[in-house]
């Protein structure tokens, strides 16, 4: 067996806001993993286009989804972050995925179904073939684990698939077979106005969700008017079952506040939602509020935060080209 390096990778994608989805199931973990991991974070902007973005709104998402990640500790000069198009493996690599990846392995993206909806037919076929785009991602640095929420675990099965194929086809151990690392008590942070819905950037409602950018009093209102139901708090956890919106909101406080579910469920168990209401808008402003602003003043920071992506590139760059180098070689296209 082939030893890798332990090394993460994981993308966000600059398509919109970033919400406490992806503080919670994503970037607050992979502040924590830093510190133990060789790590990779990228701005996924070859992502993001695979629906409509007006260029001017993808450069400032690309910045501002940067300056989130660093405005929540992590730290440029430890890890590698970077936008994914500064770096063209990432597409080459995709291509000869492209050509790995089974049609009916696709087929089954839920993913895609959601996303490309009714309309299937004018979904862009970079749409179709994104999970392909996301292990090139990953195996361009032989990443072996992946801090991702929920949601991703599919794309990361099929990740492993796709390793796996190519390995076995040209037989060699080549790629790792990576580990997903869906860690903390949100998982899933679902809407504020629908606990059955993901919170999403591309949700209509602007209550379903809290961004990263929302002042203190928006937070507070938000999880004010968070939809709950008109039973008294479990004090278990088994209590939450079938009650998706109170889950949802215990969860977050848990993730927020570093305790479980069931130490929330505890202290709250028996009463109604108004004062545990008030408590958690109270905590979110106190997690989110400093990142919030660090956030919007590295936005003001255009040269940093380019300066950054240029200097993340630069390493990207360095990783991958003798592994782009040896999957050419492996494959069989002559190198003069
Ligand atoms: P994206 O941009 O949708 O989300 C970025 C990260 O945030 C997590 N996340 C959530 N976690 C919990 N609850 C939610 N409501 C929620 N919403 C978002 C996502 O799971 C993700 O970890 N395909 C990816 C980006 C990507 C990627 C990669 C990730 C591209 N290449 C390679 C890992 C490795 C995406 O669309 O994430």
Redesign the pocket.
Known sequence: MTEFKQRI?????P?GNL?L??Y???IRNWVTLQKTYESIF?V?DL?AITVWQDPAVLRNATREVAAGMIASGIDPKECIIFNQSQVPGHAELAWIFNCVARMGWLNRMTQFKEKAGKNRERASVGLYV?PD??AA??MLYQATH???????KQ?LELTRDIAQKFNSDYGTEFFPIVEPLILGE?????SLRDGTA???KSDPSENSRINLTDDRDTIAKKIRKARTDSEAIPSEIAGLEGRPEVKNLISIFAALSDRTVAEVCQQYGGQDFAPFKKDLAELSVSVLGPITEEMKRLCDEKTYIDQVLKEGSEKARILSEPVLKQVHNIVGFLQS
């Open positions: 990778f994981s993308g966000v994608q398509s919400t989805g992806n919670l199931g994503a990228c996924v992502h994104y785009l996301m991602d990953i992946v801090p991702v929420g929920e949601d991703q794309h949100a998982k899933r942070v679902m993901k919170m999403s």
